[in-house]
């Protein structure tokens, strides 16, 4: 037996060890500051020019990494970026947070790990630990990234000579209280020694290890907080549209619910389901789960009633309009909030898009304003965000709540627009009326 793991532990442990992180976005770019700030000396590793170049100039472009730390990071020689896999060679230590969407029918694309992992392959060396994070369905690092490894480097064996793990990404972008350091990380080996070797290279950038048996429970475990929540909004959105029908107003039946101190968790309904993780992961677990010959009936139906939100939106604007004697075709919409979630500028998936989209096709002259997002170009949709809010309000027929980014003011929204539909009850409602509470007549 070689004594890889020896030296590799100990280079970890000193902070000597060298670290490269493939895939500068969302995820990458967090992780790469944490790790350089643990005391690592971290490489960045991804094709886009712009962000390669960006973190050379000691610049953040991910809202929730400072641009000081970044600055610090590149001028004390920590952090650094490059497009050449080469660097890789010398590295003891990898982590790949590439992208992992689905392709035009609905299937899982791992392209983007399946090529990272073959570029990989040509400078894996002896004592060199790799963690995927990219979310995707279970089996992955065992069936794909392992096999791709070991194809090109027989010399090489996982857990003796080289060290692979699967340790999911938590991140939620835009919260301010659970960091990357602080959020608890769940992370899997293929052997133990995988594991081992995995949890002293993270552990002195993340507060607490969520240590599993084994890669494919790590990679399930992110599957199941994200089909967790995929499934209870498509639950709340059809409580949402039940209510409209039975007559009912949702937010006071929720709020009400709310109340219940156990055994009810309060989600909301919305707009639709967005962002690069909720609408995405559940599909990669029930395609896996459709090469077992098995259902995944709840992820199906939960995302067959949340994509079908922005049209009930859309038709809702509609609806409105003509109540008060206006056809849609030639009405102008304004759609306040394009991103998928509030205090962001991500709009992958963002269910505005589909909302402007449904919305342009029946006629509706549209504009949209958000504070994040100046210039939307996405899936043939080309748009310039509206800069006067102020204008833009008392120029709309409608005024649709998409984001209720924590900017707006509501209460001047509120007076200004014509017509407002509010997809997120963004707007507090009007006190209601309700009865007040009754003492019980003592006997
Ligand atoms: N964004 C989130 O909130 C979030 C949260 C948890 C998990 N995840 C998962 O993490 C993974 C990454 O997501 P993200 O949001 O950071 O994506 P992203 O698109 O923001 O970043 C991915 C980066 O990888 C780069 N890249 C693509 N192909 C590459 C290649 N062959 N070599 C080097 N770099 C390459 C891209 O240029 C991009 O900068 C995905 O699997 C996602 O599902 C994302």
């Known amino acids: 037996m070689d004594n890889s793991k020896t030296r590799l532990l100990e280079k970890l442990a000193s902070g000597d060890a060298q670290v490269a992180v493939i895939g500068l976005g969302y995820v990458g770019l967090p992780l790469a500051v944490v790790f350089a ?39 004390q020689h920590r ?38 992992t073959e570029q990989l392959a040509k400078y894996l060396l002896p004592g060199m630990v790799v963690v995927l994070e990219s979310t995707t369905y279970p089996g992955t690092t065992m069936e794909v990234v392992l096999p791709l490894l070991s194809k090109s480097t027989h010399r090489l064996k996982v857990g003796e000579n080289f060290f692979l793990a699967f340790s999911p990404e938590r991140v939620d ?84 619910a709310a109340t219940k101190p156990f055994g009810f968790m309060k989600f909301t ?10 609408p995405i992961d559940p599909l990669y677990l029930s395609w896996k789960l459709r090469t077992l010959n098995y259902t995944a009936r709840f992820i199906e139906l939960a995302s067959e009633v949340n994509t079908s939100m922005p049209r009930y939106w859309a038709r809702k604007v509609q609806d409105t309009l003509n109540e008060s004697g206006k056809p849609l075709k030639g009405s102008k919409v304004l759609v306040l909030g394009v991103a998928y979630k509030k205090d962001v500028g991500d709009v992958r998936e963002s269910p505005a898009l589909d909302i402007i989209h449904e919305l342009t096709q029946k006629g509706a002259i549209l504009k949209y304003h958000d504070p994040h997002v ?19 309000l008392y120029e709309a027929d409608c005024v649709v709540v998409v984001t209720d980014h924590s900017t707006y003011e509501w209460e001047d929204i509120r007076k200004k627009a014509p017509l407002l539909i509010d997809t997120r009850r963004a707007i507090p409602p009007p006190v209601r009326k309700t009865p007040q509470p009754q003492a019980v007549p003592q006997e």
């Open 374 to 392: 100046a210039l939307l170009n996405h899936d043939g949709l080309q748009m310039t965000g509206v800069t006067d809010l102020h204008e833009a």
């Open 173 to 256: 972008p835009g919260r301010r209280d659970w960091t990357t350091r602080t959020t608890p990380k769940v992370i899997g080996g293929v052997t133990p020694d995988c594991l081992e070797v995995s949890r002293a290279y993270y552990g002195r950038a993340i507060d607490t290890l969520v240590p599993v048996s084994s890669t494919e429970a790590a990679e399930m475990v992110k599957l199941l907080e994200n089909t967790y929540r995929a499934v209870n909004i498509g639950l709340v959105n059809e409580v949402l549209l039940m209510c409209d029908r039975l007559g009912l107003d949702v937010w006071e039946v929720i709020d009400a």
């Open 37 to 75: 700030e643990s005391g690592y000396k971290v490489i960045g590793i991804d094709l886009d020019p712009n962000k390669v170049n960006a973190i050379n100039c000691g610049q953040s472009y991910i809202d929730d990494v400072s641009q000081r730390s970044v600055q610090e990071l590149v001028c």
């Open 269 to 278: 309904p919305g707009p639709g389901l967005g962002g690069h993780c909720i």
């Open 79 to 116: 952090l650094s970026a490059t497009s050449d896999f080469s660097a890789i060679a010398q590295c003891d230590a990898i982590s790949i947070c590439v992208p992992t969407p689905l392709r035009k029918t609905g299937d899982p694309d791992i392209s983007y790990i399946v090529s990272v």
